[in-house]
Structures are given as structure tokens and as C-alpha cells.
Nanobody
Framework: QVQLVESGGGLVQAGGSLRLSCAAS????????MGWYRQAPGKQRELVAD???????NYADSVKGRFTISRDNAKNTVYLQMNTLKPEDTAVYYC??????????WGQGTQVTVSS
């Protein structure tokens, strides 16, 4: 079993910054990718960013240039640095992990609220 523990969410004013962290633990044999999704009230869950074990990154167009995803493979931890936050970034952010065997795991979610 794999556990994902997120931290770093909170309330911030528009234009501010937050850094999310997600640490994976448990029976992790081979991680393919880690990343972040988000879900705003009344909207579908959407990909924010992800990063492969080789360091290749992928971002949603809405966050390019403002968010940066990084990863510490030794610690099985992924980070999301969020700058120039906007009210439309308000959502529950979920950490995700996929393995080389095709298994997927989700964190419990952390709330990010950006006030105008």
C-alpha cells in the first residue's frame, strides 16, 4: 500500500505564493510519475502539473509560467511552487502518484484559497 501525505495549503491573497509538498511512503517499488490535480467547487478535477522520474514536466496552460513542479526522488516527494496566485486557482489540490506497473494513488487533498 502507498500513502501520500500533502501539506502546504492555506489562504493567501492574490499575487501571493504557496508551496505544496507531497511525501509518498509505503510499498513503493517503481514510481513512474508524480504530480498534482485540482478540483474547484462545481468543476471537474483537472491536471495542474506532473513530473516523471526522469524529470520531464508537464503543465496545464493556465499555470504555465506561474507554477513550478519539482521532485526529490530520494525522498519520494514532489513539490509544487505556486507564484502569482489568482482567485481562480482556488481549489482542493490532490497529489497523485503512478507506478511503472500502472497503479495510481491519490492523496487526501489540501485546500488552497486565494482571496481577491
Amino acid at each position: 500500500q502507498v500513502q501520500l501525505v500533502e501539506s502546504g495549503g492555506g489562504l493567501v491573497q492574490a499575487g501571493g505564493s504557496l508551496r505544496l509538498s507531497c511525501a509518498a511512503s509505503g510499498s513503493i517499488f517503481s514510481i513512474n510519475a508524480m504530480g498534482w490535480y485540482r478540483q474547484a467547487p462545481g468543476k471537474q478535477r483537472e491536471l495542474v502539473a506532473d513530473i516523471t522520474s526522469g524529470g520531464r514536466t508537464n503543465y496545464a496552460d493556465s499555470v504555465k509560467g506561474r507554477f513550478t513542479i519539482s521532485r526529490d526522488n530520494a525522498k519520494n516527494t514532489v513539490y509544487l511552487q505556486m507564484n502569482t496566485l489568482k482567485p481562480e486557482d482556488t481549489a482542493v489540490y490532490y497529489c497523485i502518484l503512478s507506478t511503472a506497473r500502472g497503479q495510481g494513488y491519490w492523496g487526501q487533498g489540501t485546500q488552497v484559497t486565494v482571496s481577491s
